[in-house]
């Protein structure tokens, strides 16, 4: 099987699952799982539901080998009974992405990286990536051979609506997370400008606060943090697959110093600092950390 038509099984495999995520949530709102995902965070029953239904059927696909996910310690090797000729796909997922979005009733969303390398894997490795976005409606937005397109999910099935995506060139919106006195100084000073030239959208929930960008232009960042330098968010599960649909729109990514594509994958979980949007606010920026 070649890897492209792998990567298609890989993407209807996730737009089937999504409703199942979606269905799963309400009844899952208020409980934890009583346990803690490889990087320390508590994980809700919502986390591990959708972990164990992207499990189930990614690892059926013909062609993926290895998967990997936010909530799980290690790759797991799935290499099929009847043996994956040809494609040797790896799938790295943050099932939900934005769980603790859950308790208030806020947007959520799942982020997949696909690779033809084993993992981790550098973003700049990735053939193809995806977030659904479990929103008023659920959507599915996928970059692959240069270009980003939205999807409707409907029953299961993926529904072309916007190809060719592009964030718009006037940017409009910004989120960034963090506490403001955990900022670093260069960071701080970065934000007091770009608050006095957009307006503010931040959800708690990567894939919402991203869309938004992709929607209407501006940056999302979740920086380095004094208490935390190399931010919060995982490179193999958020950054590197975030950044690959934003730089495929005409955007760009940045850890502060380099596109996030490039950042050297050292470990499954390790977390890096992520700003993704327009080109002239991840300039800007890298350059306001440079000073
Ligand atoms: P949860 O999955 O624990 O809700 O965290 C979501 C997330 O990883 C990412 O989606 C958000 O951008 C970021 O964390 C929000 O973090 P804060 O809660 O510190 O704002």
């Known amino acids: ?29 208020l409980t934890e ?11 809700t029953a919502a986390d591990v539901h959708a972990d164990e239904l992207f499990f189930e059927a990614l690892g059926a696909v013909d062609g993926v080998v290895e998967f990997a996910s ?8 799935v290499t099929n009974a009847a043996g994956d000729a040809g494609a040797t796909l790896s799938v790295a997922i943050d099932p939900l992405d934005g769980s603790s979005n859950l308790e208030s009733n806020n ?31 659920t959507t599915m937005t996928v970059a692959r051979e240069g270009t980003v397109t939205t999807y409707v999910i409907d029953g299961g099935e993926m529904q072309a609506v916007e190809e060719d995506v592009t964030l718009p060139e006037d940017p409009v919106v910004y989120g ?15 934000a007091r400008e770009v608050e006095t030239e957009l307006k503010l959208r931040y959800g708690g929930a990567m894939v919402g606060d991203v869309n938004q960008v992709l929607s209407y232009g501006g940056i999302f960042a979740y920086p380095a943090l004094s208490s935390a330098p190399n931010g919060k968010l995982r490179l193999q599960f958020e950054g590197a697959p975030i950044a690959k649909i934003i730089e495929a729109a005409g ?14 994958p050292t470990d499954l979980h390790q977390r890096v600092p992520v700003h993704v949007g327009n080109e002239a606010y991840v300039e800007r920026l890298e350059n306001a950390l440079a000073q």
């Open 107 to 137: 947007a959520m969303g799942t982020i997949v990286g696909i690779a033809d390398e084993p993992l981790p894997a550098a973003g700049a490795d990735l053939i193809a990536a995806a977030y659904i976005l479990y929103g008023p409606i």
């Open 176 to 190: 960034f997370g963090g506490r403001v006195p955990d900022w670093p100084d260069a960071f701080h000073d970065y």
């Open 70 to 77: 936010e909530e799980r310690e290690a790759v797991v090797d």
């Open 33 to 43: 799982a009583g346990v803690e995902n490889p990087s320390g965070e508590t994980v």
């Open 251 to 264: 955007g760009a990514s940045s850890d502060g110093e380099q596109s996030l594509l490039a950042v050297e």
């Open 1 to 29: 099987m070649a890897a492209n038509e792998a990567v298609d099984d890989v993407l209807e495999t996730v737009a089937a699952v999504a409703p199942d995520v979606r269905a799963g949530l309400p009844g899952r709102r």
